[in-house]
Each structure stands twice: as C-alpha cells, then as structure tokens.
C-alpha cells in the first residue's frame, strides 16, 4: 500500500456564510516534522521571449509576464504549499493517494503548479487553465520530500480561490476534474472528494476510465469512487463542522481559530506530520478593497501567530523569514538528489525553536510570552479589520513594511 499522504487541510468559506461580503481561506500544511517553510515574496516581471523557468525538477517555458506574488514553501524546492497573487488569487495544494500510482521520474511538482498557477492565473478560472495545460504538457512527478533514502510520490489536489469564486481541482496523472464553488463552506484535505458534481474535467477524462475498467458508463459518474482506492474516499473534514457554526460569521479569526484545533485533527502535530506553515486570507468581494494574507512562517499555528501582508509596489522583503539559499551548491540541485540535508532555518524558526522549549520548560514564562504573542495578533487583526471597513482608499505608504514589522516585533519578543 502507498505510503498516506501527508493530512493537510484547506478550506474556504463564501457569503452567506463569511462575514460582510468577504472571501475567507485557510490552510493548513502538514509536512515531514523537520522540514522548515519560509515565506517569500516576487515581484511582477517580464520576461525575454523563449526564456525558460527552471521549476523543482524541470525546466519549462516561460511566460511573456509573471504576476507578483507571496509564497509560503518548504525552502529546499521552487513551488509552494500555498499562496497568493497580486490580483487576488489565492492557490493551495494538497498530497492525495488515487488507485494509480504517482510517477517517480521527475516532472512537475503538485508544489510548483501552485506557484505556476499564482504567476500565471489573473483569476482563479485562469490559475485552473493554467495548472491543467501544465499537466497536459509535462505531467506530475518526482520526490515530494527532500529524502535521498526513499521516493515519496503523490497525485495532486487544488484549491483555487478568488473574489469571486472557487474551484476545487483533483487530479491523477494528467487526468483531472473540477467544481465551481460560490456560497458556502467547503474543505479539502488528502483524499479525492469530488463526487457526481463536476463542473470542468479532462476532455478524455471519461473514455480512459472506461479503458481502464473503473467505469461502466451506466452509472453516474463520481469521480471519487472511481479515482479512489477502496477504502479512501469517506467524509473529510472535521474542520468544516467548525465553520459552519459560526453561523455567517466566519471571520480571519474564526479560520485561525480551526487551523489552531488539534482536537480535531485539522492541527497536525503526529509522529511522521507537523503543521509547519498557515496561511489564511480574506479576498473582499468587492474589488475597491484590498485582499490581506496571513502568514505564520512557522511550525504549529498553535504555538504561531498570523501576520499580515497587502501587495502593493515595492513591499518590503523580510530576510527574517526566508531561508538561506545554497545557489547551485543545494544538495536539492544535484543528482543525485538529497544526499545531504543542509540546515535550512531562517531567522523566525530558529526564535521559535528557543520559545518552543521555553514553552516545554517554564510553563509560566512559556504562557505568559503567548499571551503576548497572541495580543500581537490580535493588534494585526483589528488593524487590517479597520484597513477593510473603511471609506477611503487605503494609502499604500502604510502597508509597505506590514509584514515586515509584524515578523520584526515578533522577533524583539523572543529576544
């Protein structure tokens, strides 16, 4: 049997369910528990015509034009966990076992079609263009871990987020299906989910699984059931419960608060897994508003405080959170692969280490430093909950060091 996919959890939530006309989404990304996430920043760009992007593994073609965009990824690869674009696009990728197998010869990442989808997608319908013709083009694969003892090889599954709407995206080898989502609250975590509802798919989607003998063609066709492995496809999300009790009033904080719960699971904290990054952002509906990302950049958003970034031009970059680079001295670069690990901590991470096993320690010194941390915040929140309720348009001057302050005082804390 494969080996199970890492449980991360993503979730978005849609009037009426959300509060005054906004977009909430959230995820969770459950990793190896060593493995360091930083939080990175690329402005918009043009570039030469012919000109190729090396991704994780391969190199492909690249775009006349790439849009800004806001990372958080492991730091020993090119794609992301999850992300955001200047235009209010938001993409999140999870880890899903189906009955075939996942290719081990190196294409594309599930990780670098996030980032792919974010410079290249103005909307989320676009991201999703963008992610299939990739699939089509190179297909997935290659190491999801950076482990040059064994190769941990998976199918990808989307959430693609915008102003406007969402599309859940699943897919398996370069075969793939999709659903439209509008209102309500919805979750995906590392199993398939999309079941009779399908909204875009693989042109020959249905004729392969027919060939294959997964389908007969009389019954509906549910994509779940025929992608899943036997026993895979059961309800998914604890999470989901959660938000739908805040009754119409999921806010940052109502998603913050699930990606905290570890009663549910939805916080990973095992002995293979680890919530090593989240991220939530809140996409008002209406455009004259900007969209805010919250970014931990580091492990267990229950031990993490979510700090906030606007794109607007020139936004300050925060080395703090960014890992150190290695160029083409990474072990990740050469083949073969992974054949040492080189110490990948930034700055943050290393202060959290410190607070972690002050918090294991001192347990009155540990609480007293999260209250803190939490009123850090929560001072955040309020802010940008002031920047999207009022009248006038926001100055960017004001947001230009927001999230490199937020890490900076988050820093002078731990010191």
């Known amino acids: 049997r494969m080996a199970a996919a890492p449980p991360s959890y993503c979730f978005v939530a849609f009037p009426p369910c959300s509060k005054d006309g906004l977009v909430v989404f959230g995820k969770n990304s459950a990793r190896p528990r060593d493995e360091v996430q930083e939080v990175v920043y690329f402005a918009a760009a ?207 904080q109502a998603m913050i608060d699930v990606l905290r719960d570890k009663d549910s699971g939805v916080c990973v904290d095992s002995e293979s897994f680890l919530t090593t990054a989240s991220i939530v952002s809140v996409l008002p509906q209406d455009p004259s508003f900007p969209c805010v990302h919250y970014f931990t950049g580091t492990p267990d958003p229950s031990r993490s405080i979510f700090k906030p970034f606007i794109f607007v031009d020139d936004v300050k970059s925060v080395p703090k959170v960014q890992s150190p680079s290695f160029g083409n001295d990474d072990p990740a670069k050469k083949i073969p692969r992974f054949q040492e690990k080189p110490d990948r901590r930034h700055e943050l991470y290393k202060a959290h280490e410190w607070a972690r096993s002050l918090l294991e320690n001192d347990q009155d010194k540990g609480q007293k430093l999260m209250r803190i941390m939490l009123d850090l915040e929560k001072q955040g929140l309020e802010a940008m909950e002031d920047i999207l309720t009022r009248t006038e348009v926001l100055d960017p001057a004001e947001v230009v060091d927001l999230f490199y302050d937020c890490v900076d005082t988050e820093l002078k804390f731990f010191k």
């Open 46 to 252: 043009a570039h030469d015509p012919g000109s190729k992007v090396e991704c994780t593994y391969i190199e492909i073609e690249q775009v006349p034009k790439t849009h800004a965009i806001v990372l958080s990824r492991p730091s020993w690869l090119w794609g992301a966990e999850m992300g955001a674009n200047e235009h209010g696009v938001c993409v999140a990728n999870e880890a899903v076992v189906t009955r075939e197998p996942a290719s081990e010869s190196e294409a594309l990442l599930g990780m670098d079609l996030v980032r792919l989808g974010l410079e290249r997608g103005a909307t989320a319908k676009e991201a999703l263009d963008v992610i299939v013709a990739l699939l089509e083009e190179h297909g997935q694969g290659g190491n999801y871990y950076e482990d040059g003892s064994s190769c941990h090889t998976f199918q990808s599954a989307f959430l693609i987020v915008d102003r406007n709407e969402a599309w859940i995206l699943e897919t398996s080898g370069k075969y793939w299906a999709a659903e439209k989502i509008t209102e309500g609250v919805k979750c995906i975590c590392n199993q398939l989910s999309l079941t009779t509802k399908i909204d875009a798919e693989h042109p020959e989607l249905r004729n392969y699984v027919r060939s294959q003998g997964w389908w007969n063609g009389d019954s509906d066709f549910n994509f779940s059931e025929v992608f899943s492995l036997a026993d895979d496809h059961l309800a998914c999300c604890s999470g989901r419960e959660s938000l739908e009790k805040q009754g119409g009033d999921v806010s940052a």
